[in-house]
């Protein structure tokens, strides 16, 4: 069975801090990663990867996915508190099935 | 504003009632979905549909009847659920069914609570 699993599942910084969320999957015949950013209402997308070391940016988050270890980090600098959230890792495998992780709640406190 | 738009934002029901969400999609896409976010649970995906007709159904209980009479509209009926259905159900699309080289949009959500 498909699985994604990400970690941790809660995390407490300061604002300014650089944070690290991972995510680790084993689907059959992987096809794409994606990130998602879920404050109060609908996930909104951030990042689909689907090859692996090339680092994807957008301002000051940036991810990156590992194939051969199964997994993908998702790093935020100098964070803020707008940053607070919850972030989800999903992953498509064969099936054409997006699988989701439990989420990793981030709060950012000033 | 993600070009999918979920109606009711909230609904409160009592297990013998019988309601419906709503989902409409702006964005020309083909293929629809309806998920269920409970609290510290990974997003379950329910149902599927890609241009109208239902291609998954991941063992839903009966109780959550969908239906999907064009491209751009998706509902979900309720009847007689229970207290753990009780969660935010979120609808998405996509522009077709495979992922690769698509994203997937979602509503705001409409919170389920069930008394």
């Known amino acids: 069975e498909d699985k994604v699993v990400q970690s941790p599942l809660s995390l407490v910084v300061h604002e300014g801090d650089t944070v690290t969320l991972n995510c680790s999957y084993e689907?059959?015949?992987?096809?794409?990663l994606l990130w998602y950013k879920q404050e109060k209402k609908a996930p909104t997308f951030l990042f689909m990867l689907?090859?692996?070391?090339i680092e994807k940016k957008s301002g000051r988050l940036s991810s990156i996915l590992d194939k051969k270890e199964l997994f993908s980090i998702l790093n935020i600098t100098a964070t803020q508190t707008g940053d607070s959230a919850i972030y989800l890792c999903?992953?498509?495998?064969?099936?054409?099935?997006?699988?989701f992780g439990q989420g990793t709640r981030l709060t950012i406190n000033p | 504003e993600t070009g999918v738009t979920q109606t009711p934002r909230h609904l409160v029901m009592g297990m013998t009632n019988k309601k419906s969400l709503k989902c409409e999609q702006h964005?020309?896409?083909?293929?629809m979905y309806w998920y269920k976010q409970s609290a510290k649970k990974p997003l379950e995906l329910m149902f599927v549909?890609?241009?109208?007709?239902?291609?998954e159904n991941n063992s839903v209980p009966s109780r959550f009847s969908p239906e999907c009479p064009n491209s751009s509209h998706l509902f979900l009926h309720l009847h007689t659920l229970q207290p753990e259905d009780s969660a935010l159900y979120l609808c998405?699309?996509?522009?077709?069914?495979?992922?690769?080289?698509?994203?997937?949009?979602f509503g705001e959500g409409s919170w389920l609570t069930v008394v």
């Open positions: 689907t090859s692996s070391g």
């Open positions: 999903a992953v498509e495998g064969g099936a054409q099935k997006l699988v």
């Open positions: 689907v059959t015949n992987f096809r794409s």
């Open positions: 964005l020309g896409h083909n293929a």
């Open positions: 998405a699309s996509s522009q077709n069914r495979a992922f690769a080289g698509n994203t997937i949009y």
């Open positions: 549909y890609n241009f109208k007709e239902q291609t």
